[in-house]
């Protein structure tokens, strides 16, 4: 019969395979969707979220962290509640994730406010279990126990598998950091058999550590680094670089228990670059005390003060005392062997200080007896003595510590053991009953033998499959994105060209118009000069005019076929030179005001010529028939909106302002473009006429 732990390693083997097959091709799934207008919003809330969770959370925080910003601004314009409060868990996580407790602790209350008020139950059970699990980190036990008691009692109701195994593997840290090892190993074994059940890796990496953490607490380090191994094998195969640092900092710490001090140092420093980079500064300050002190042991007291003063600053900054006492008894014995026996004794009291504030005797053990060497070192022995009192002292305490600990691992094994025994006692009885069956059963297992051969077989055929329809979906979707690309170029250049064909049949149309009339005035002209000449410089300013006008118009017409001009700032400057040319011939009193904002960007050629038209619209008509003493423009656009406004101080529209002067084109205009145009006007008072339009931009984190 296979062992457990080669039994494990088989399904934990498979697991990973399968699920690495698929990860890429649901990021790039969920990023397709989230990217993807035409979805429902909370729809592409969701696959964002799914995105910055599985894809950056617990590989790039910074990262992760300014997108659950963006999430959380969105669902606010969107009133979306829940995806605004899930946005501040994920910022909260990227806290934990750095290592920062009391930040992540308050986006974390955010989001509970945001649950209790949108009567979310499963959101509000999910984020009190995570805010325990923020105070058990900061020592506040009996507080965490009683919210995790609340978010486990929601789970159970509605039924949460995995959150209830991961409130079980939470419940069972705290009781080992109180001592009660039994209740502990309990609790982790109930969390890991739902989370195998389930598939959940990262839950089961969370679980093996905790296993190893507990038999680490018995002295057990060979058990112990089996556990972490295994933890550490699952956080590699989901990418989570805080669980890798941590099972990586743990393996080096039985390593150097076991006597492996080059393996300690690897796994140290691989600990300490993934934390790096995590920029994680609770495993930071960890890691860099526990190097230092390896390098302290070796006689490189000089590389182990550097790293000792980094740790101290890292945890004074961030309010980890347990780090910060550990950090400046390490700097405080570098020193002393350096000879700088008065920065040693300054260490020594503010490791004291520390030492007290976490309320740790280990550390307020080595905090005196550093204090004690700094003392015999600078012969002021009645000090000296003082300080060794004191450590022998909490040497008591620790040796009282140690008996408990050791009264717990008996009783460990003890309940364990009873079951052990247990089964023994059924397998003796299950092999007296099955010794006349013994051919039988050799029969069956031949044949349940070479079943799991087949199966195998399959599996691993299956297995094969799978990696190839994988590369074949991966190959085809890109396939399909190039194609959609391609497809979407060409029906934007396709209606950019019906535009340009559109506008130079206009430019035959108006121009043939104008010019029509030019020759008819020239045939008047020349009969005018026949007889009498008093109507010639009527008729010469008449050509003068329609030919201006003519001209102004071909310069309208090819500004807006011009592909060169076809942006919000081209539009912005058209504007301002039109209107500034109109009210300067009116002689009317007015104020220009066009100004565009923010980065510049393209605007399809029908768009900009209809709000471009419906402008000039708009001001010729306060300009012809307003009979205005001022006129006002403002015209502004950005990178997410055009809006203007063409207000006057004349007679009105009178008591219908929807018929006449051009409104019916400015309306249709403003409809194509998808816009709301605003018409205000009373007698005598003056007409405003205002228009506002939204630019579509695409979804990007």
Not at 198 to 224: I, P, Y
Not at 462 to 473: K, N, P, Y
């Amino acid at each position: 019969m296979p062992e457990p732990s080669t039994v494990r390693t088989t399904l934990l083997s498979l697991t990973l395979v399968t699920s690495s097959l698929h990860a890429q091709a649901d990021l790039d799934s969920l990023r397709r969707i989230a990217h993807d207008r035409s979805r429902p919003d909370s729809v592409r809330f969701r696959a964002y979220h799914d995105l910055v969770w599985d894809g950056y959370l617990f590989s790039d925080p910074d990262t992760a962290y300014t997108m659950g910003r963006w999430l959380q601004r969105e669902a606010r314009l969107k009133a979306s509640g829940t995806y605004e409060a899930r946005a501040s868990e994920l910022m909260a996580a990227s806290w934990y994730v750095r290592g920062d407790l009391r930040a992540a602790l308050l986006h974390y209350d955010t989001a509970l406010a945001l649950h209790e008020r949108n009567n979310d139950d499963d959101g509000y059970a999910d984020v009190i279990t995570n805010a325990a699990s923020m105070r058990s980190y900061l020592g506040e036990h009996e507080r965490a126990l009683a919210m995790y008691a609340e978010g486990m009692a929601i789970h159970e109701r509605i039924h949460d598998s995995v959150s209830m195994a991961n409130d079980l593997n939470a419940m069972g840290r705290v009781h080992m950091v109180r001592g009660d090892h039994v209740r502990a190993a309990d609790l982790y074994m109930q969390s890991l058999r739902i989370l195998e059940a389930m598939g959940d890796m990262r839950g089961m990496s969370t679980g093996r550590s905790n296993m190893g953490a507990l038999f680490q607490n018995q002295d057990d380090h060979a058990a112990a680094i089996g556990y972490f191994r295994e933890a550490l094998h699952l956080a590699e195969a989901v990418g989570d670089k805080l669980l890798m640092g941590k099972d990586l900092e743990l393996i080096g710490a039985c390593q150097e228990e076991l006597g492996d001090t080059a393996g300690a140092t690897r796994s140290y420093q691989r600990s300490l670059s993934l934390r790096t980079a995590l920029d994680d500064h609770h495993g930071l300050v960890n890691v860099k005390n526990r190097i230092g002190n390896l390098l302290n042991e070796r006689g490189k007291h000089t590389e182990a003060l550097a790293l000792f003063e980094e740790a101290a600053a890292m945890a004074s900054a961030k309010e980890l005392p347990w780090g910060l006492g550990g950090a400046l008894v390490g700097k405080g014995g570098a020193l002393l062997a350096l000879g700088r026996t008065d920065e040693a004794l300054r260490a020594s009291e503010a490791a004291d200080r520390a030492a007290q504030e976490a309320d740790d005797v280990t550390l307020l053990h080595d905090a005196s007896d550093l204090r004690y060497r700094v003392f015999s070192e600078l012969g002021r022995w009645r000090e000296a003595l003082a300080a060794h009192e004191q450590t022998v002292r909490w040497n008591d305490s620790l040796l009282h510590e140690d008996n408990q600990r050791a009264v717990l691992r008996n009783a460990y094994r003890y309940e364990f053991g009873k079951k052990l025994f247990a089964d023994s006692l059924e397998h003796i009885l299950l092999t007296r009953e099955e010794g006349v069956r013994t051919e039988q059963r050799m029969g069956a297992e031949r044949t349940k033998r070479n079943a799991a051969l087949g199966i195998g077989a399959m599996l691993l055929l299956g297995l094969i499959i799978i990696w190839q329809r994988a590369l074949l979906l991966r190959r085809t979707n890109h396939a399909i994105i190039d194609a959609q690309a391609r497809l979407m170029e060409s029906e934007r250049s396709r209606e950019a060209s019906e535009v340009r064909t559109r506008i130079a049949t206009d430019v035959h149309d108006q121009l043939g118009s104008d010019l029509t009339k030019l020759v008819m005035l020239s045939s008047e002209a020349k009969a005018v000069a026949q007889g009498s000449t008093n109507d010639l410089s009527v008729i010469a300013t008449d050509i003068e005019r329609i030919a201006g006008e003519a001209n102004r118009s071909l310069g309208d017409i090819v500004w807006a076929i011009d592909p060169h001009h076809d942006s919000l700032a081209s539009l912005t400057q058209r504007v301002r030179a039109h209107c500034e040319r109109m009210l300067q011939l009116s002689k009317t009193e007015h104020r220009i005001d066009c100004i565009h904002a923010g980065p510049d960007r393209s605007l399809d050629p029908a768009t900009k010529r209809d709000i471009y038209l419906m402008l000039c619209e708009a001001l010729n008509n306060a300009i012809k028939y307003a009979k205005a003493k001022h006129i006002d423009v403002l015209f502004r656009t950005s990178a997410t909106a055009v809006e203007f406004l063409v207000k006057d101080d004349g007679v009105g529209l009178g008591d219908d302002p929807s018929k006449g002067h051009g409104l019916s084109n400015i309306q249709a205009r403003a409809a194509r473009v998808a816009g709301v145009l605003s018409l205000e006007s009373q007698p005598g008072k003056g007409t405003s006429v205002g228009f506002r339009a939204e630019l579509s931009l695409d979804l990007k984190p």
